[in-house]
């Protein structure tokens, strides 16, 4: 089965787990291939294999459709759409917008097409006076998800992180939170080496990190609205062995009125809460831990347009105020909107920086798929 | 006559919150009408004696539970703490012995000891709560064994007597344990930020993580508390048969671990209290003492605990949806 495709360098009693990811790739395409069937769906079927066993795929491919087959190939590489395919469909948002034949189109158009026309922007940023460099990264890595990734973060600035999904944004972040070990990689902050192994770390070098999950790594969601707020800061609201459960109802009821959280006691549970008001919640959580470098992954995901601006308006005020901000977003309107720079991430490295000024939609997802 | 939205909310939440003590009401309410001679002072007396060390034990069951974890070893550390103590309280003929304080913290030490190794094996060792305390719960009982030869240790100080029969203003010593036990729990969880991280890990320990708690020291303290809790327990229960016992305990986890749930606390972690735990125990308690009042058979009342047990845990998955 697996010479029939021409992989002659697996010996099929070799477990899968013990092959390299592009070997099981090559294993998983052969057992499609095996079912016969008319018509096959290929979901990114090159993203971790290397470019020689590309172009035995793509020989596969070619075979198969001499015999009669049709295969339906989901990609972000457009090179590899206009080397294999006859056409090609583009989707946006989920709904369809054209399907064209590869011969009489080019990447451009493509790109222009998935790009489409836009909505007006949510919230435009007022623009913050950018001070001193307050965060550099260097040369951090973590194995098999990013390398060589590098960059400086200045006060006042709002740095829009974009990419596809499974480029390896959120890694970064969270390797340099302290959710995960780095490999290699120097972090500085004002100036100053810091060793982050750890999110405690992380806090007391003056990071907050508002994560991409609310659900699973955010809220506690059995738990009420007020220790789902003091918990970042709770040494802060504490003595030694108790906490200052007076201090804790006042700084939440502080956040409460300054984020308009609709809630009707600081009791409830925060499950009770829409999404928008879980995701202030967890703002407020940060807000008190009084961070200098603020970290927000996809902040806006699953929550109504009103909410949706006053959390780009908070993060503006945090920027008027000379903190500094990482934005992690897919959404293209919200990075145009909100970023001074914006740095662009593709398969685990760091592809580009571009400045608001320069800044298009077109621009941005071509460093995308870099 | 329509009751408004907001009474009916009200009404669902003093529901929730004095379910618990309803239960035992009504229990004991049932008892009383099955046999009148349930609802004297002696018998309640008899009740709170008889249930202190699960109670006790309970307490420390409760912090492993909100967590997201277990401690099933209990049963077998009370053994453990129980003949580790005895050896220290131990008087030879001519009356001379250890002072009353070192059986009393050796007993303390031995629970504690067992609750930081299964704690280092959950946190560091990430071995499943569950698992570990299992092996601990073996573990513990060979050691009881070793140290006892087999045979229960008796011989205890003077002083002991007190601690397991005596009275103080009219109430049997071992309450006052009880009750100060239940204070210090009650702090340990409601007041302390050691506390507020019980809570989080057992809700969602990646975002615990995320939100700068000390997961693994956290995870350590649970189980050495739970541990120490064990060695209370002990302490109350060889004072008042006056000896060690490698074979005590058996079967003090389940009767635990039924009074944490029907207490309220949840298998899904982040949910729970002291004051539920603690009725929960009574609640226990009442059913024993309510079945041995109606000469229902050891084996019949074993069933019928378990079924209690698996009746808590489908009201609190009724309960406590909130995970999807």
Not at chain 2, 29 to 52: A, D, E, S, V
Request: with cysteine.
């Amino acid at each position: 089965m697996l010479q029939r495709i021409g992989i002659n360098n697996i010996d099929p009693n070799t477990k899968i787990k013990d092959l390299s990811v592009a070997k099981q790739q090559m294993c998983e395409i052969a057992k499609a291939i095996s079912h016969n069937a008319a018509l096959i769906l290929m979901d990114e079927p090159t993203a971790a294999i290397p470019s020689n066993d590309v172009l035995t795929l793509f020989e596969i491919i070619r075979a198969l459709k001499k015999e009669g087959k049709t295969i339906i190939y989901v990609t972000h590489k457009l090179e590899e759409i206009f080397e294999i395919a006859d056409k090609v469909s583009v989707f946006r948002n989920g709904v369809h917008v054209d399907t064209l034949d590869t011969r009489t189109t080019n990447k451009d158009t493509l790109i222009q097409m998935m790009v489409g026309r836009d909505i007006v922007d949510l919230y435009a940023k007022e623009k913050a006076k950018i001070g001193d460099v307050v965060l550099q990264v260097e040369n951090l890595s973590c194995s098999k998800k990013f390398d060589n990734v590098s960059f400086t973060l200045k006060k006042g600035e709002i740095l829009g992180v974009a990419g596809l999904v499974g480029a390896g944004r959120s890694e970064i972040m969270e390797t340099l939170f302290g959710i995960r070990q780095k490999k290699t990689g120097k972090i500085f902050i004002s100036g100053k080496e810091v060793n982050i192994r750890s999110p405690r770390d992380a806090i007391k070098y003056g990071l907050a990190f508002l994560t991409e999950d609310r659900k699973n790594s955010g809220c506690f969601l059995p738990l009420s609205v007020r220790i789902n707020t003091y918990i970042a800061s709770i040494k802060q609201h504490s003595g030694r062995l108790f906490v200052r459960r007076k201090e804790t109802v006042e700084s939440t009821k502080r956040m409460i009125d300054a984020l308009s959280i609709k809630v009707s006691s600081m009791e409830d549970q925060i499950n009770n809460l829409s999404g928008g008001n879980q995701q202030k919640v967890l703002v407020a959580r940060w807000l008190l831990t009084e961070p200098e470098i603020l970290i927000v992954d996809e902040p806006t995901r699953g929550i109504d347009v009103g909410a949706k601006a006053e959390v780009h308006r908070l993060l503006v005020n945090l920027a008027l105020k000379g903190k500094a901000i990482i934005m992690i977003s897919s959404e293209m309107t919200e990075i145009l909107a909100m970023s001074d720079r914006i740095m662009t991430v593709s398969s685990g490295r760091v592809t580009g920086f571009i400045d608001a000024k320069e800044a298009t939609q077109e621009k941005i997802l071509k460093y995308c798929m870099d | 006559m329509q009751i408004k939205i907001q009474d009916q909310n009200i009404f669902k939440k003093a529901m929730k919150k004095y379910s618990t003590i309803l239960i035992l009401l009504l229990m004991m309410l049932i008892m009383t009408i099955l046999n009148p001679k349930f609802l004297t002072i002696n018998n309640l007396m008899n009740i709170l004696r008889q249930q202190t060390p699960i109670a006790i034990m309970a307490f420390g069951v409760n912090l492993a539970i909100i967590s997201g974890g277990i401690d099933i070893s209990v049963g077998s550390v009370i053994a453990m703490a129980a003949v580790i103590l005895a050896k220290f309280a131990k008087v030879d003929s001519s009356g001379a012995g250890y002072p009353l304080i070192v059986p009393i913290i050796a007993s303390l030490l031995a629970g504690g000891a067992a609750g930081l190794v299964n704690g280092v094996v959950i946190a560091y060792g990430k071995v499943p709560p569950f698992i570990a305390t299992l092996g601990m719960m073996s573990v513990a009982r060979g050691i009881a064994l070793i140290i006892s030869k087999g045979r229960p240790i008796t011989g205890f100080s003077e002083a002991f007597n007190f601690i397991g029969g005596g009275s103080f203003l009219d109430l049997p010593f071992p309450i006052y344990i009880l009750l100060a036990s239940y204070l210090i729990i009650y702090a340990i969880l409601h007041l302390t930020k050691f506390g507020t991280y019980v809570f989080a890990i057992g809700s969602s320990q990646m975002a615990a993580e995320v939100s700068g708690v000390n997961v693994k020291r956290t995870k350590v303290l649970i189980y050495i508390i739970s541990g120490i809790f064990t060695g209370i327990a002990a302490i109350v229960l060889a004072s008042r048969t006056l000896s060690g016992q490698p074979a005590v305990g058996e079967g003090y986890e389940m009767n635990a671990i039924t009074a944490a749930i029907i207490g309220g606390t949840s298998f899904s972690g982040g949910i729970g209290t002291a004051f539920g735990t603690f009725i929960g125990a009574l609640i226990m308690g009442v059913l024993t003492n309510g079945m041995t009042m109606l000469q229902i058979e050891p084996a019949t009342q074993m069933v019928v605990r378990g079924s209690v047990i698996i009746l808590a845990v489908f009201a609190d998955q009724y309960r406590n949806n909130y995970k999807s």
